[in-house]
């Protein structure tokens, strides 16, 4: 994961993207802050997930989530394009909420590895949360 992620910003920094509006941006992952979940998936139904982070300027701006699927375990972090300008300020509304959908499709238990960050060592630090599933 943490050779995706290295390679994933060394690509999405180096090749600047340009908006409608001339500016340059790049993109990040930002922590998860924290999620809700139930105790208990049903399969096959559909869960509205909501997905807490803290937003660090006003030039950050949601652009979805990294989700990696293996087996059973899905690694989720937040991705924020950041507009490269002077004038980025701490955002005024923290923290901020996206919703991820999902739907288990099988019976096992599922894990999700919440990214936290990087430790001082640039490892990956992760929160595990299983949630079973049942029929």
Known sequence: MKKVVVFFLIVMTSMSCSNDDGNNFHYEYIPVDSVVLPSEFKKDSIYELPFKYVRPTTCHFFDGFYYD???????IAIVNGVVEQD????AP???MTEILRFIPTTEASYIFKLWKGEDSNGNDIYDEIEVPVVP
């Open 69 to 75: 699927r293996n087996s059973n375990i899905r690694t």
């Open 87 to 90: 004038n980025c300020t701490t």
């Open 93 to 95: 509304i923290n923290p």
